[in-house]
């Protein structure tokens, strides 16, 4: 069952603004990252190579950051919900892996995995950081919180990625997917969307729409990925309310 989102329970410790990035920073640079070295090396493999050529297969984050939306936008948040102390919502995006649809064996049909790889990488990413607060509980000591609380903020943006990008909005994966399932009409109908993608999502996020939409997903990939591996609701959500504290 999807848990709803602690916002408010009192935790037994903060940390500080440098902790709090500290413990951020790696999860988020392969969230995103990975997301779209995922995208390449699946197009790679069903006819296009034009992310291999343009060496974007590749677990290298240095060939996917964009400085803005890997490392400037992350940051902001993370920086203004620890000084308005309100809830965070943590998003941003690398630099996007081309992708020649035309060059994919069967465009339409192939779409689908090559879209799918994204969020499909952000989930097993998930499942990763899961196991890691097992590995930092039987750890221990002063290396092992840490490692438990990078584990909670890799489950947390790796979760609240694959939510955003299954949206069934072009030009977000969930909207190429939509495109690839949909007969060709409709398909060509939600295609025409994709100019329009971005101001769809700004109109969602200030309405507080966006939110609504995909924190039941984000609830169903924590139940997932803490299920498979073992970690409790008790500690996972002790370790996310200290995050959000």
Same mark, same amino acid.
């Given at each position: ?29 392969? *969230?995103?990252?990975?997301?779209? &070295? ?24 240095? /060939? ?17 919900? /620890? ?31 090559? &879209? ?46 694959? *939510? ?13 997917? *939509? ?45 997932? &990925? ?20």
């Amino acid at each position: 069952m999807a848990r709803a989102m602690p916002r408010h329970s009192k935790v037994d410790m903060e940390l500080t603004l440098i902790q709090k990035i500290a413990v951020f920073a790696i999860p988020v640079i392969f *969230a995103i990252t990975l997301h779209e &070295a995922a995208h390449g090396y699946v197009a790679m493999k069903f006819g296009d190579k034009t992310a291999w050529m343009l060496g974007r297969v590749t677990a290298n984050p240095l /060939k996917h950051i964009d400085p803005i939306g890997t490392i400037g936008l992350p940051l902001f948040l993370i920086l203004m919900s /620890k000084l308005s102390g309100g809830p965070m919502f943590l998003f941003g995006w690398a630099k996007p892996v081309p992708v020649n649809f035309g060059a994919l064996r069967h465009p339409k049909r192939d779409m689908l995995w090559v &879209a799918a790889a994204g969020p499909g990488s952000n989930l097993i990413m998930a499942v990763f950081w899961a196991a890691m607060i097992q590995l930092g509980h039987l750890i221990g000591g002063s290396f092992g919180l840490p490692l438990m609380l990078m584990g909670a903020s890799g489950i947390l943006i790796n979760a609240m990625l694959a *939510a955003l990008n299954l949206l069934p909005i072009p030009p977000l994966d969930g909207g190429r997917i *939509a495109v690839s399932l949909l007969p060709l009409g409709p398909a060509r109908m939600l295609s025409r969307v994709e100019p329009y993608g971005i101001f769809i999502l700004i109109a969602l996020m200030f309405t507080g729409l966006l939110g609504s939409l995909m924190w039941p997903l984000i609830g169903l990939i924590f139940d997932f &990925a803490t299920l498979l591996t073992g970690v409790s609701d008790q500690t996972f959500l002790a370790l996310i309310n200290i995050l959000l504290s």
